[in-house]
């Protein structure tokens, strides 16, 4: 592994720990004062744990070398893993609405003083977990994934805790369900950007941030370059993205083709980050029925196509 991926590892195991730990605590503590709120934060947790599990998993993955089966490594193990989690956010939101929808029929008592105390503890570890991912959040959206787990249960644990005192302030119990509403919202809205995202990058649609006329228009910028068309973009994980295509140039010698396959691929990593690509260069003097390409490594070739 490399030493960014040997510190996120850390990082994430470090986390699973804590929001298992804590997980536990919110469990017995909400049980014990009938703070379903608290119940709900704890099974969120519990989600969290698993989440950066699968995260932690996914990053030793990602760490791994192509092989002559997984010619392009492991990099959407991490996408994978990041969808997985989505749709069990999904399911637990539901799970949380649906209980809190019923304890909004019957209320129950609380006890709120306990309930502010293991929600305020409960905040300090999701905001500190929150802050060491958002350090190795950027570009990677596994990563990011697990820190949105996480700063939405400490925006839900903060919630509680300013619920709590509401409760014991005004003794309106049915702000515990309404918490617990709040918090399936949360969980929910979390969610549902990571499936979207994840489902691009699976069904190799165009990467985020990325358009494709302004690619094209880009490559055609380039010298030695007549036009610009096939072009197919997608990402093989939530950070390395690709690009096929086909480039009309000159009839000229490879010496020179492999010139403009330089600047192309320059223009590609720099400015749009694509490091993989795959450019087919072509003759426009061909025939109507032929199809021609230059390769930087021999002579001109020609194929004629059936149809």
């Not at 193990?77 to 029929?105: D, P, T």
């Not at 036009?227 to 009839?251: E, P, Q, T, Y």
Request: net charge negative.
């Amino acid at each position: 592994m490399h030493v960014h991926d040997l510190r996120t590892g850390k990082v994430l195991s470090y986390s699973v720990f804590l929001m298992l730990a804590l997980a536990a605590a919110e469990a017995a503590a909400g049980y014990w004062t009938g703070s379903l709120a608290l119940v709900s934060d704890a099974a969120h947790n519990f989600t969290d744990s698993l989440a950066l599990a699968l995260a932690w998993f996914a990053c030793y993955l990602q760490s791994k070398p192509a092989t002559e089966v997984k010619t392009y490594g492991y990099h959407r193990a991490g996408v994978l893993a990041a969808f997985v989690n989505a749709i069990g956010l999904v399911v637990l939101a539901g799970v949380i609405c649906y209980e809190a929808v019923e304890r909004l029929r019957h209320p129950l008592p609380v006890e709120a003083g306990w309930m502010m105390a293991v929600a305020g503890a409960g905040f300090l570890v999701d905001a500190g977990v929150s802050l060491a991912l958002l350090r190795r959040a950027r570009g990677d959206v596994n990563i990011r994934t697990a820190f949105l787990h996480t700063a939405a249960d400490a925006a839900s644990t903060l919630a509680i805790v300013v619920g709590a005192w509401l409760i014991r302030t005004t003794g309106m119990l049915r702000i515990d369900p309404l918490l617990s509403l709040l918090i399936g919202a949360l969980i929910l809205w979390s969610s549902v950007d990571i499936i979207r995202e994840t489902l691009n990058i699976l069904l190799e649609g165009l990467p985020r941030g990325l358009h494709l006329e302004t690619v094209i228009a880009a490559m055609r910028q380039v010298e030695g370059v007549q036009s610009v068309h096939d072009v197919h973009i997608w990402s093989l994980g939530s950070n390395v993205h690709a690009l096929s295509c086909h480039v009309a140039i000159a009839d000229i010698p490879p010496s020179e083709s492999a010139a403009i396959l330089r600047r192309l691929n320059e223009l590609l990593a720099e400015r749009f980050r694509i490091s993989h690509t795959t450019i087919q260069f072509e003759n426009p003097v061909c025939e109507p029925d032929e199809h021609c390409f230059v390769s930087p490594d021999g002579p001109a070739v020609r194929t004629r196509e059936n149809g």
